[in-house]
């Protein structure tokens, strides 16, 4: 293989990269993966049947130590060539050795006959390096990785880079091969395939694996965890632009910047079939959100959009949900861990009132306040009759909100799961969202209302909820229940135990902070009055 070197004077010159012998770590991945093929269900173990692990791990190093033999004689017959065919030959005898193997030591006769069946077998369609741990790939580990998807006639149309750290020499191997298939190809995940490299490296090896799959009509692509920024989506523009057929696009913890952001909206100008669209762990903040908000326009047919922990606001929140209105087919709605308050929360709720669809819904951590809660629930209330999904975590909610939110969960016969945890609810918000669980609620499974100041009332939770037939897990940790009511607790759950969750961050003798304060004003004020009265006396006595 030849890469170009550049010399002082500007020049490149040609060099060549020795494939073979393959480096040590590369020899141990693929015992890993033979393992794995030996052990797990594949199209051959299901012929054949498979091993176990251990006997599975001892012929994987049997097989790898005969082919590294095989390849290593081929090799040193042709010292002068880079060793390609030695690695050709290396994973040929790997695939070889597996069928044999699992066939259960075919003899020298059969092995015709078994070849012949393994030609007309049904062929794998997913290609995936992902499995164990981390590693860096570099040229030699790539040829050997990468070989079957050479093979003539294969029928990959899903692949998965992920957990390997692809290095320039490694995506210039890689490059053609992707290219070989990529009319056949559908899903694509590159996700997290350059960390630990410097970034102009990084940059070089996403446009070789960019320009490989330009033109591929994928329905699915995820390059998540690549701290892409606006460099990286603009390194991806080859493929991005082409794409006219996508219906789910991944571009989580990728430094989605405003600029980014921007290149986003500006490369993918095809968005007439997407249905899924996350933006997780991003710093987008405001003005990346208006330019999300530009995308939605385009995606009359969404169904799944997350935009959390991404540092939005108030006003990157109201352009998003006023473009929400228009995704009339969102089944999922996640925005989590943003900062868009009690405006931005009304405005959310009048999208909401054309989302029939919706079966779950995250708004935890958006700061939306009673208000906000409660022109959300009582559009919830009216809409959305299959919710399944409903999270509204730390967004103080008090006790006032309580009435709008118990007339929404009664409601929604569908519920599976509920969390109003790290609010300010109380015993009076919790006694109103008790009375909201009743007949008809029989696919609820989880209710989380820790750390909302409850003490009674957590038991009044448990007697409601133990009896739901699909009940699975109550959470009131963190509260201020009394060693008596946790007692009652762990009676009512007595027959299923595994249904209560912990009560290790309980604290029995906990004082509502809020009253604390109250207290404590109160009876400073008493101190100083009685002080100011002995003083008067004091003078009238003079």
Request: net charge negative.
């Amino acid at each position: 293989m030849e890469n170009a070197a550049k010399l002082p004077n500007g020049e490149r010159r040609q060099t060549t990269i020795k494939l073979w012998p393959p480096s040590e770590n590369t020899r141990v991945m693929l015992v890993e993966r033979m393992t794995n093929n030996l052990s797990t269900p594949t199209i051959f173990t299901r012929k054949y049947g498979s091993l176990g692990q251990p006997e599975a791990s001892k012929y994987a190093k049997q097989i790898e130590e005969s082919a590294f033999s095989s390849a290593n004689q081929h090799y040193e017959q042709e010292p002068d060539g880079d060793g390609s065919a030695a690695v050709q030959l290396y994973a040929k005898e790997c695939s070889k050795l597996i069928l044999e193997v699992l066939k259960g030591g075919a003899k020298p006769e059969e092995k015709e006959a078994l070849n012949s069946e393994v030609e007309s077998a049904p062929r794998e369609t997913f290609f995936d390096i992902s499995k164990g741990q981390r590693a860096f790939i570099e040229a030699d580990e790539a040829q050997v990785l990468l070989n079957p998807l050479k093979e003539p006639g294969n029928h990959y149309t899903k692949i998965c880079f992920s957990n390997r750290s692809f290095g320039l020499g490694a995506a210039n191997v890689a490059g053609p091969n992707l290219a070989s298939i990529k009319n056949q190809l559908k899903e694509v995940d590159l996700s997290d395939f350059v960390a630990g490299r410097p970034e102009a490296e990084a940059l070089d090896v996403m446009n070789i694996f960019s320009e490989a799959l330009e033109g591929s009509q994928l329905k699915y692509l995820n390059i998540s965890d690549n701290a892409l920024g606006e460099k990286g989506v603009r390194a991806f523009g080859k493929l991005l632009r082409s794409q006219t057929s996508l219906e789910e696009l991944y571009l989580m913890n990728d430094g989605i910047s405003k600029e980014a952001a921007q290149a986003v909206c500006e490369l993918v100008p095809s968005t007439d079939v997407l249905k899924v669209l996350h933006f997780h762990n991003n710093m987008t903040g405001d003005e990346g959100a208006i330019s999300i908000s530009e995308i939605l326009k385009r995606c009359p047919l969404l169904e799944d959009f997350r935009c959390s922990s991404t540092r939005v606001g108030s006003e990157g929140g109201i352009a998003l949900t006023e473009l929400l209105a228009q995704c009339r087919n969102l089944k999922k709605l996640d925005l989590r861990d943003n900062m868009f308050g009690v405006e931005a929360g009304v405005k959310l709720s009048e999208a909401l009132k054309k989302h029939e669809n919706l079966t779950e819904i995250y708004l935890s951590y958006l700061n939306l306040e009673d208000d906000g809660a409660v022109a959300i629930a009582n559009t919830l209330k009216e809409s959305a009759p299959s919710l399944a999904v409903l999270e509204m975590a730390g967004n103080d909610i008090t006790a006032e909100a309580a009435t709008s939110l118990a007339a929404c969960i009664a409601s929604k016969k569908s519920l599976v799961k509920l969390n109003l945890s790290e609010n300010d609810l109380k015993d009076d918000g919790a006694i109103q969202i008790s009375k909201a669980f009743g007949e008809g609620h029989d696919q609820l499974k989880e209710v989380d209302m820790s750390q909302n100041s409850l003490t009674t009332t957590a038991r009044k939770l448990a007697q409601v909820l133990v009896h739901l037939p699909e009940f699975k897990l109550l959470n009131v940790n963190g509260n201020f229940i009394s060693e008596e009511d946790i007692n009652e607790l762990r009676s009512i759950f007595k027959e299923c135990q595994e249904k209560l969750g912990p009560l290790d961050e309980n604290d029995p003798e906990g004082n509502d902070y809020d009253d604390k304060v109250g207290d404590d004003q109160d009876e400073g004020s008493q101190d100083e009055l009685e002080e100011k009265l002995k003083r008067l006396d004091v003078n009238q006595e003079n």
